[in-house]
């Protein structure tokens, strides 16, 4: 059965960067998109980027376009959430998701 590890979440600074990493392991991530939600306290959960699987075709939601970056690397069954410019309000737990499988989240804080 598949399984989604997150790692690289973090307490930064405004402006600063981080890059969230989603390593499958069980089965493949080759043939179905990805995509990162993330959930903020009090608020409900959002989803801010996905990736196909072959074309690598992206979408981002307005709140995080021109900042984050998402990218997948079929070979290590691993995909990617590069955040540059981050403001407190991306402070939130950032999920990973594939298919109906989900990861176990991860926090990222954006404090000065």
């Known amino acids: 059965q598949l399984q989604l590890v997150q790692s690289g979440g973090d307490l930064v600074q405004p402006g600063g960067s981080l890059r969230l990493s989603c390593a499958a392991s069980g089965d493949t991530l080759n043939y179905y998109e990805i995509g990162w939600f993330r959930q903020a306290p009090g608020k409900e959960r959002e989803g801010i980027s996905c990736i196909s699987s072959t074309d690598m075709k992206t979408y981002y939601a307005n709140a995080v376009k021109g900042r984050f970056t998402i990218s997948r690397d079929n070979a290590k069954n691993t995909a990617y959430l590069q955040m540059s410019r981050l403001i407190p309000e991306d402070t939130a737990v950032y999920y990973c998701?594939?298919?109906?499988?989900w990861g176990q989240g991860t926090q990222v804080t954006v404090s000065s």
């Open positions: 998701t594939h298919r109906s499988f």
